[in-house]
């Protein structure tokens, strides 16, 4: 069994990579954590929610890094956490023990900062982990960071007992150092997971009915979806003007108003396309004739979240194969609900 700082898959047919390319801030649970960042120098911040939620998307905008403006500088995933802090962190692997989780930490905070691993601990309690805060959070300090987070994704699946042994009291907790710790809520996980020390922490308990949850879930299925339509669209306006078939003119559409990255790219797709057929040049963008695509892709958001039953991992896994296209926008409504949604996702074949 193996712990990775960087990679573990949150949900089936889903990878970091995936999601770190398109990311999604999600504000519902990044705002009130940020709230939490300026009014805390030390604490404990413990997010429970149920699977596929986006805990551990939430988790890699703290710890996760991509190439910046300048592609050999890598940068924080997401901009919007806290300029005085340094964060590293983990996603846990199911039945880790208490030696895997802090050597795992270690690799993570090597990783981070450039410097060797610490040896191993054969079996940590709280006062090692926090022995090893006070280290990292000083070398933090000393590379010009103000505070220390450090993230425990998944707290849940640690070995039985290990997550009551391991995390110490926030009163333990070195000036400076913070804790993020996710899970399943309370009822869900091992009933061990009780026994961690919360007096003084900051408990966030959230359900899929948290309206900021599913208005994330709706940007983040735009955002995906966007090129793909843009491409569908083009691919149409295109066909009626080779073909000269009659279309409506004009038009207009809220949804390309609320859309404007959507609607820029098009307008400028328009352009190109009218170059090669100059007896169009002087019309606008068209939007009726692109109102029945508008429709099957709303159409195609209330299938995906339908058979997704409001989980982010889920959703990202239809996305994901929709992108890579082995999945067709007219399959989507067909897909299955649950674990069967998972096996019958890693066993399409690319679309011919």
Request: with cysteine; charged share 25%.
């Amino acid at each position: 069994m193996t712990l990775d700082p960087a990679q573990d898959r949150p949900g089936p047919a889903a990878d970091f990579a995936t999601q770190d390319a398109a990311y999604v801030s999600p504000t519902y649970l990044r705002t009130p954590f940020r709230q939490y960042l300026l009014q805390t120098d030390q604490g404990m911040y413990w997010l429970r929610a149920p699977a596929g939620l986006g805990k551990s998307l939430f988790v890699r905008g703290v710890i996760a890094r991509r190439p910046g403006r300048d592609p050999a500088v890598l940068e924080g995933i997401d901009s919007g956490v806290h300029s005085d802090v340094c964060s590293f962190g983990v996603h846990l692997a199911p039945g880790a023990t208490a030696g895997e989780a802090l050597a795992a930490l270690d690799a993570a905070f090597a990783g981070e900062f450039g410097v060797a691993v610490a040896d191993p601990v054969a079996a940590p309690t709280a006062d090692d982990l926090v022995a090893r805060l006070e280290g990292w959070h000083a070398h933090a300090v000393g590379t010009g960071a103000r505070r220390l987070l450090v993230c425990i994704d998944g707290v849940e699946k640690l070995a039985p007992g290990v997550a009551a042994a391991l995390i110490p009291p926030v009163s333990r907790l070195p000036p400076g150092a913070i804790l993020l710790l996710t899970s399943r809520p309370l009822a869900e996980g091992p009933s061990d997971l009780a026994g961690v020390p919360v007096d003084g922490a900051t408990v966030r308990d959230l359900s899929y009915d948290d309206a900021a949850y599913k208005d994330m879930l709706r940007r983040y299925y735009k955002d995906r979806t966007r090129p793909l339509l843009r491409q569908h669209c083009v691919a149409h306006l295109g066909n009626l003007l080779e073909t000269k078939a009659a279309f409506e003119r004009g038009g207009r559409d809220n949804r390309m108003t609320d859309d404007p990255t959507l609607r820029d790219a098009l307008k400028g797709d328009w352009k190109k396309l009218t170059n090669k057929f100059p007896r169009f040049s002087t019309l606008p963008l068209p939007i009726a004739p692109l109102v029945p695509l508008l429709d099957q892709y709303d159409q195609m958001w209330a299938d995906m979240i339908d058979r997704a039953e409001q989980r982010f991992d889920r959703l990202s896994a239809m996305l994901d194969a929709l992108v890579a296209e082995k999945l067709k926008v007219e399959e989507v409504a067909a897909l299955p609900k649950g674990e069967a949604l998972a096996t019958h996702l890693e066993q399409l074949a690319p679309v011919a």
